[in-house]
């Protein structure tokens, strides 16, 4: 008999088991997230029954950005096959690329080798090549490798994959703006920086030549950053400090030529902060002696002269400049526009992906970072089935005891919801009644008109690295309790649409940015909250403002210590911290380096 039950078991076990559903990832220079099928958990697929090994997926990763270093790090469950492919062979840690462009922080200082990061956790092979093609039907990724090579036509390769994470970032913004791409400088990545850093010192190698005029001089010494966000901000605080500190002591001749300017379309710089944040950088701003112009839209640039738009006035007016660095915000890379296209994704900024980062359209394809957004899914669309299931006797209305115990459920599945009762400053459901004391029951129209309020405020996560990484941390949370899903095929929800995920969606909190991380446990699902640290925005002269948790803002000197601390603590590895550390004692003692290496 208990060789039958054996034999049985093994039986029903192998019939029931469904195909491996397959899975894509694709991770580049941003984070990266991983969901589940929507028809079906994963399962495992056994090469020999007799054995009883599960044969490894593969996984591959596209990015070594935030998103994808991220996922990288956490992911440790070690039946996965992983290949990562990526343009470079290192993670930067890209808050601090500022601060490389004027050498307070060395560009070395900044990265590690993805292969450092990864060789602690599952066996990882990396390959340094581009990806410039996804075929999600054949379940391939077309590369190319710029190395040099003997083998002609051997740069092009193509990966299998099981389970593709694209985490590929985003290039600039450029808005198809006229001579922007051939004229401007950026800052995205290290090669940027050093750049600019190059520029900078050649600007003042230029100006110091004997046979030029002081208005040839003022030309060439006339700096103009695009963009009053917080890289644009924190660029033209480091240059002032550049310039002031140590340029100015170095060519004391060209001191009072040197000029700085800021344009910004909108009204104020940095408006995703406080308002006194703003206030308070703009002032200082002035008090430097950085001209700040907002309300002024670049319309064209030139290899000599820069032109704007004012908005009050509609004038065009044309200023020659020495450097432009273009900071307007992130754009689509080309691979993802033409991935897009293949799966009717048009006419968007980014990958649209569900809660749970899977790509819309594609079961075994995940995106997280700068190169995706999330569709939140709206309440209004489950409104009837919600309804339906919580009006137990069929009776066409809820009473209040119903409806509170459907909120409950509600507030799990749309976090929406709960961000709009705090938002309006509602302690409790109650109080999303406006007549909870008269109303005795709640019909179908009110219902709707209710979550029509709430889904109309919904906001997607900013394109930020610290977003990034949380996405990419959660993804790997998925992936190393892949198997546990067979232990609750059906999720947590009472409500869940049929096929939805099996872990609960990449949740976060508006006001505080919090993220929840839930995956399975032997009791069942667990919470893991990620509380986010709050944005800076150094603003030179050690100075720093800070919006954190709590709308709580920090401003001045002690704040640029946080900044330092924070920084610090969050760098990828010992190595980095130690090197950064190091760098900033340096400055203080010798100033920065003013070579052009």
Same mark, same amino acid.
């Given at each position: 008999?208990? *060789?039958?039950?054996?034999?049985?078991? %093994?039986?029903?076990?192998?019939? /029931?088991?469904?195909?491996?559903?397959?899975?894509?990832?694709?991770?580049?220079?941003?984070?990266?997230?991983?969901?589940?099928?929507?028809?079906?958990?994963?399962?495992?697929?056994?090469?020999?029954?007799?054995?009883?090994?599960?044969?490894?997926?593969?996984?591959?990763?596209?990015?070594?950005?935030?998103?994808?270093?991220?996922?990288?790090?956490?992911?440790?469950?070690?039946?996965?096959?992983?290949?990562?492919? !990526?343009? &470079?062979?290192?993670?930067?840690?890209?808050?601090?690329?500022?601060?490389?462009?004027?050498?307070?922080?060395?560009?070395? !200082?900044?990265?590690?080798? =993805?292969?450092?990061?990864?060789?602690?956790?599952?066996?990882?092979?990396?390959?340094?090549?581009?990806?410039?093609?996804? /075929?999600?039907?054949?379940?391939?990724?077309?590369?190319?490798?710029?190395?040099? !090579?003997?083998?002609?036509?051997? *740069?092009?390769?193509?990966?299998?994959?099981?389970?593709?994470? =694209?985490?590929?970032?985003?290039?600039?913004?450029?808005?198809?703006?006229?001579?922007?791409?051939?004229?401007?400088?950026?800052?995205?990545?290290?090669?940027?920086?050093?750049?600019? &850093?190059?520029?900078?010192?050649?600007?003042?190698?230029?100006?110091?030549?004997?046979?030029?005029?002081?208005?040839?001089?003022?030309?060439?010494?006339?700096?103009?950053?695009?963009?009053?966000?917080?890289?644009?901000?924190?660029?033209?605080?480091?240059?002032?400090?550049?310039?002031?500190?140590?340029?100015?002591?170095?060519?004391?001749?060209?001191?009072?030529?040197?000029? =700085?300017?800021?344009?910004?379309?909108?009204?104020?710089?940095?408006?995703?902060?406080?308002?006194?944040?703003?206030?308070?950088?703009?002032?200082?701003?002035?008090?430097?002696?950085?001209?700040?112009?907002?309300?002024?839209?670049?319309?064209?640039?030139?290899?000599?002269?820069?032109?704007?738009?004012?908005?009050?006035?509609?004038?065009?007016?044309?200023?020659?400049?020495?450097?432009?660095?273009?900071?307007?915000?992130?754009?689509?890379?080309?691979?993802?526009?033409? +991935?897009?296209?293949?799966?009717?994704?048009?006419?968007?900024?980014?990958?649209?992906?569900?809660?749970?980062?899977?790509?819309?359209?594609?079961?075994?394809?995940?995106?997280?970072?700068?190169? %995706?957004?999330?569709?939140?899914?709206?309440?209004?669309?489950?409104?009837?089935?919600?309804?339906?299931?919580? /009006?137990?006797?069929?009776?066409?209305?809820?009473?209040?005891?119903?409806?509170?115990?459907?909120?409950?459920?509600?507030?799990?599945?749309?976090?929406?919801?709960?961000?709009?009762?705090?938002?309006?400053?509602?302690?409790?459901?109650?109080?999303?009644?406006?007549?909870?004391?008269?109303?005795?029951?709640?019909?179908?129209?009110?219902?709707?008109?209710?979550?029509?309020?709430?889904?109309?405020?919904?906001?997607?996560?900013?394109?930020?690295?610290?977003?990034?990484?949380?996405?990419?941390?959660?993804?790997?949370?998925?992936?190393?309790?892949?198997?546990?899903?067979?232990?609750?095929?059906?999720?947590?929800?009472?409500?869940?649409?049929?096929?939805?995920?099996?872990?609960?969606?990449?949740?976060?909190?508006?006001?505080?940015?919090?993220?929840?991380?839930?995956?399975?446990?032997?009791?069942?699902?667990?919470?893991?909250?990620?509380?986010?640290?709050? *944005?800076?925005?150094?603003?030179?002269?050690?100075?720093?403002?800070? *919006?954190?948790?709590?709308?709580?803002?920090?401003?001045?000197?002690?704040?640029?210590?946080?900044?330092?601390?924070?920084?610090?603590?969050?760098?990828?590895?010992?190595?980095?911290?130690?090197?950064?550390?190091?760098?900033?004692?340096?400055? +203080?003692?010798?100033?920065?380096?003013?070579?052009?290496?």
């Amino acid at each position: 008999m208990r *060789q039958y039950w054996f034999y049985a078991r %093994a039986f029903r076990a192998f019939h /029931d088991h469904p195909t491996v559903s397959k899975l894509l990832v694709c991770a580049v220079s941003g984070g990266g997230l991983l969901a589940f099928s929507e028809s079906k958990p994963f399962h495992w697929a056994y090469a020999d029954s007799g054995q009883g090994e599960c044969k490894k997926k593969k996984v591959v990763v596209l990015g070594t950005g935030w998103a994808g270093t991220s996922f990288l790090k956490n992911l440790k469950n070690s039946s996965y096959d992983v290949q990562v492919v !990526s343009p &470079r062979n290192y993670f930067a840690f890209t808050p601090l690329l500022p601060s490389v462009t004027c050498g307070t922080v060395e560009a070395r !200082s900044i990265v590690e080798p =993805i292969r450092n990061i990864v060789k602690k956790n599952i066996p990882t092979h990396f390959t340094e090549a581009e990806c410039y093609k996804i /075929d999600p039907a054949k379940k391939k990724v077309y590369c190319k490798s710029h190395q040099a !090579s003997n083998l002609d036509g051997k *740069q092009d390769f193509t990966v299998d994959y099981d389970y593709l994470v =694209i985490a590929m970032g985003a290039r600039a913004n450029t808005f198809n703006t006229p001579g922007v791409v051939e004229n401007a400088h950026f800052l995205k990545e290290i090669e940027d920086a050093q750049r600019i &850093r190059r520029t900078v010192i050649d600007c003042f190698e230029r100006a110091s030549l004997p046979n030029l005029s002081d208005e040839d001089r003022k030309k060439i010494l006339h700096f103009v950053i695009v963009g009053g966000g917080p890289t644009g901000v924190e660029f033209a605080a480091e240059l002032h400090d550049f310039i002031n500190e140590d340029l100015a002591l170095l060519y004391p001749i060209l001191r009072g030529l040197v000029k =700085i300017t800021l344009l910004e379309a909108g009204d104020h710089i940095l408006n995703m902060f406080d308002k006194r944040i703003t206030a308070f950088a703009e002032e200082k701003f002035q008090r430097d002696g950085i001209h700040l112009k907002t309300g002024s839209m670049v319309v064209k640039v030139n290899d000599k002269e820069i032109s704007t738009k004012e908005r009050a006035t509609g004038q065009n007016l044309s200023m020659p400049y020495g450097m432009v660095v273009w900071s307007t915000g992130i754009g689509t890379r080309p691979v993802i526009m033409d +991935f897009m296209k293949q799966i009717g994704q048009t006419n968007r900024r980014a990958l649209a992906t569900d809660e749970w980062l899977r790509v819309e359209g594609c079961d075994s394809i995940y995106a997280l970072g700068d190169c %995706a957004t999330i569709n939140q899914r709206k309440v209004t669309e489950d409104i009837w089935a919600i309804f339906s299931k919580a /009006d137990k006797n069929n009776s066409g209305s809820l009473n209040l005891g119903d409806f509170k115990e459907v909120m409950n459920d509600i507030c799990e599945r749309y976090p929406q919801v709960e961000i709009y009762l705090k938002k309006k400053q509602l302690k409790s459901i109650d109080d999303l009644l406006s007549s909870s004391q008269e109303r005795q029951s709640i019909d179908i129209e009110w219902f709707k008109a209710a979550f029509s309020n709430v889904d109309s405020q919904m906001k997607n996560l900013p394109a930020t690295a610290q977003v990034a990484a949380q996405q990419g941390e959660y993804l790997a949370k998925c992936f190393n309790r892949m198997e546990e899903c067979e232990k609750y095929p059906e999720g947590p929800l009472r409500f869940r649409a049929a096929g939805r995920h099996r872990f609960r969606p990449f949740r976060y909190r508006v006001e505080l940015l919090l993220v929840v991380l839930l995956s399975y446990s032997d009791e069942g699902f667990y919470n893991h909250r990620y509380k986010h640290l709050g *944005q800076f925005a150094p603003l030179g002269g050690e100075q720093t403002a800070a *919006q954190l948790p709590g709308d709580w803002v920090s401003i001045g000197h002690s704040t640029q210590w946080l900044w330092y601390s924070v920084y610090a603590s969050k760098l990828v590895s010992w190595r980095t911290r130690t090197l950064v550390v190091s760098d900033w004692g340096r400055r +203080f003692i010798f100033g920065r380096d003013s070579s052009r290496i």
